[in-house]
C-alpha cells in the first residue's frame, strides 16, 4: 500500500479553522484516500474520504490536491470535542484494508 | 452511521487462561470484520480479516492458534486469547463494514493479563 506522511503533532485555538496536511505521495490512480480520528480511549471513528475531487460532510472537507500526492482535511471549526489522533489512509481499489501510520495528534486550546 | 459494538469492555484475567472477545455490527450485517490490537501511545495494527463463514486471513507475524477468530454470522465475530500472558495486555479494536468505502470501530476491549 502506498505510504502517507503526517506530522506528529498540531494545535488549534478553539473555534478556529483546522488544517491537517498529509503528503502521499506515492499514491495510485485508484488509491482512495480516507481520514479516520481517534478520540482517547475509544475505537476509530470515520471522518471522510475521497478519490479526485473535494468533498464534504457535516463533520470537514477533504482538499485534494490537482496530482492528488498530497490532500488537507479541514475542520472548519474547531471544538474541544475534536481533539484526537487523525489518520490519513490510503486503500487501493477492493482493499478494505486499513493500514494506520502514526498520525497527527490535535490539540484543541480553549 | 452504523454501530459496531464489543463485549467486555475490559478484562482482567490471570495468564493462562483464554478470553474471548465478542464485536457486533448492531444494524447493518457486516461482509467483513477485522482485529487491531493497539499498545499505549501506539497506532492501530492489524491482527487479521474474517469473512463471515470462512477462515480468517491473518497479518504475517500474528499467531494464528493463539489468536482464534470466529465470525459464524453476518454480524457477530470472536477473538479468543488463548493461553493469554501478560505481553498480550493491549486494547483490542474490532471494525466492520458492508462496502469499501467505510469501516465502523468498535469502542475497544481493554485486556490487562496479570
Known amino acids: 500500500d502506498a505510504k502517507t506522511t503526517q506530522p506528529n503533532s498540531m494545535e488549534s485555538n478553539e473555534e478556529e479553522p483546522v488544517h491537517l496536511p498529509c503528503n502521499h505521495s506515492?499514491?495510485?490512480?485508484?488509491?482512495?484516500i480516507h481520514w479516520y480520528r481517534q478520540l482517547p480511549s475509544q475505537g476509530p471513528e470515520y471522518v471522510i474520504h475521497?478519490?479526485?475531487s473535494n468533498v464534504n460532510n457535516r463533520m470537514a472537507s477533504l482538499a485534494i490536491a490537482e496530482d492528488r500526492k498530497s490532500s488537507t482535511l479541514i475542520l472548519h471549526r474547531a471544538t474541544l470535542r475534536d481533539a484526537a489522533v487523525y489518520y490519513c489512509?490510503?486503500?487501493?481499489?477492493?482493499?478494505?484494508?486499513?493500514?494506520f501510520g502514526t498520525g497527527t495528534r490535535l490539540t484543541i486550546i480553549p | 452511521g452504523a454501530v459496531v459494538s464489543q463485549h467486555p469492555s475490559r478484562v482482567i484475567c490471570k495468564s493462562g487462561t483464554s478470553v474471548k472477545i465478542e464485536c457486533r455490527s448492531l444494524?447493518?450485517?457486516?461482509?467483513?470484520m477485522f482485529w487491531y490490537r493497539q499498545f499505549p501511545k501506539k497506532s492501530l495494527m492489524l491482527m487479521a480479516t474474517?469473512?463471515?463463514?470462512?477462515?480468517?486471513?491473518?497479518e504475517q507475524g500474528v499467531e494464528k492458534d493463539k489468536f482464534l477468530i470466529n465470525h459464524a454470522s453476518l454480524t457477530l465475530s470472536t477473538l479468543t486469547v488463548t493461553s493469554a500472558h501478560p505481553e498480550d495486555s493491549s486494547f483490542y479494536i474490532c471494525?466492520?463494514?458492508?462496502?469499501?468505502?467505510?469501516?465502523?470501530f468498535g469502542p475497544g476491549t481493554r485486556l490487562t493479563v496479570l
Open positions: 471494525s466492520a463494514t458492508s462496502s469499501y468505502n467505510e469501516q465502523f
Open positions: 506515492t499514491i495510485s490512480g485508484t488509491d482512495y
Open positions: 475521497g478519490l479526485t
Open positions: 489512509i490510503l486503500t487501493g481499489f477492493g482493499n478494505e484494508k486499513l493500514t
Open positions: 444494524d447493518f450485517q457486516a461482509t467483513t
Open positions: 474474517s469473512n463471515e463463514g470462512s477462515k480468517a486471513t491473518y
